[in-house]
């Protein structure tokens, strides 16, 4: 059974950082692209970062680079995004999402609220 539980997302000021994780379960990890998507309310859902099965290469929307990272540990099966520098147009239920070939799987998703 597949299964990916986010957690680590909460009401923060301003300015101020969240560390989301995401554990998976019921799928080969780490061959697995481990994406990081947002939606606020009455807005489309977004990627804000990823990080490939092989080679762990990422990349980052502009509106976080330089802000969030994407990390991941293959043994824990685990997927993180660090997130500093929050600002409230991050508001977001932040959901974690699983890719291979014609395999997607998502998380239920982690409310992050950012206050001004």
């Known amino acids: 059974q597949v299964q990916l539980v986010e957690s680590g997302g909460g009401l923060v000021q301003s300015g101020g950082s969240l560390r989301l994780s995401c554990a998976a379960s019921g799928f080969t990890f780490s061959i697995y692209a481990m994406k990081w998507y947002r939606q606020a309310p009455g807005k489309e859902r977004e990627l804000v970062a990823a990080?490939?099965?092989?080679?762990?290469?990422?990349n980052y929307a502009d509106s976080v680079k330089g802000r969030f990272t994407i990390s991941r540990d293959n043994a824990r099966k685990t997927v993180y995004l660090q997130m500093n520098s929050l600002k409230p147009e991050d508001t977001a239920v932040y959901y974690c999402?699983?890719?291979?070939?014609?395999?997607?799987?998502w998380g239920q998703g982690t409310q992050v609220t950012v206050s001004s």
């Open positions: 999402n699983a890719q291979w070939r014609y395999s997607e799987y």
């Open positions: 990080s490939t099965g092989v080679g762990g290469s990422t």
